[in-house]
């Protein structure tokens, strides 16, 4: 069964092009360790909450936007291995200076529970 990681973080604007460059130079580390498919989403429709929204939940500062991903793995082992190999490649390493704030980043892993493109779903 898939796993998938997803995140949340908050991007200044101005940093957009340098955020899709990253994604874009990390893909190939990804796959190369096990990931079937990566997505990178940059907010334009994310509405401001009265109780909690995607700003809030990373405390996004006046110019940020939200980068909203998810990383596909063919199985939660996948992942766990994937990860343990990508934290040892050298091309995990940060740009300097940073593109975005890592410590108002969240994410986690998460099994489907509902797939609508799953035939056996």
């Not at 580390?29 to 909690?52: N, Q, S, Y």
């Not at 990373?58 to 199985?75: H, Q, R, T």
């Amino acid at each position: 069964m898939a796993y998938i990681d997803g995140y949340v973080c908050p991007v200044p604007a101005a940093n957009k092009q340098a955020y899709r460059d990253m994604a874009e130079r990390v893909t190939p580390l990804f796959r190369d360790h096990g990931a079937l498919r990566i997505v990178e989403t940059w907010g334009v429709d994310v509405p401001h909450g009265t109780h909690t929204d995607f700003y809030k939940a990373v405390k996004a500062e006046a110019g940020e936007a939200i980068v909203f991903s998810w990383v596909v793995w063919p199985s939660k082992d996948a992942r766990d291995a994937g990860w343990a190999a990508m934290l040892k490649d050298e091309r995990m390493q940060s740009p300097e200076p940073p593109i975005f704030d890592g410590k108002r980043m969240f994410w986690g892993g998460f099994e489907p529970l509902f797939d609508s493109d799953d035939a056996s779903a």
